[in-house]
């Protein structure tokens, strides 16, 4: 029974461990070196990082990958949407927005029906 509770007060300070704001700043100055680089190599489309490729390249576990990026998805995904609505409000149809994005129609399609379901 102690070693549960040791193993998991360990894990518990490792995990804040890697979410130090000063080891998530770095982590997210290597990913916009990685993304202004090399574009095509790191982002999906404009809105979304190639999760594995800046794993691999930062050598990141998932939860490491999760805790740095959290905040600028959630940025990111706001903006994708916002952008889509706008578009929308323009009068373009869902298939001419993912085409324009680059994104899935299915993508498109979601978001508007979110905004339109609100």
Avoid at 43 to 48: G, I, Y
Wanted: net charge neutral.
């Amino acid at each position: 029974m102690t070693a549960i509770s040791i193993t998991s007060i360990l894990a518990e300070k490792h995990a804040m461990n890697r979410a130090h704001p000063e080891v998530v700043k770095e982590r997210l100055r290597m990913i916009t070196h990685l993304v202004t680089t090399d574009p095509e190599k790191y982002l999906k489309n404009r809105w979304e990082l190639k999760r594995m490729a800046i794993m691999e390249a930062l050598d990141l576990t998932p939860a490491e990958y999760g805790y740095t990026t959290e905040a600028i998805n959630r940025e990111a995904k706001a903006k994708r949407d916002s952008e889509i609505l706008r578009l929308h409000g323009d009068g373009l149809s869902g298939r001419a927005i993912a085409k324009e994005l680059g994104l899935p129609q299915s993508t498109v399609s979601d978001v508007i029906r979110r905004h339109l379901d609100d």
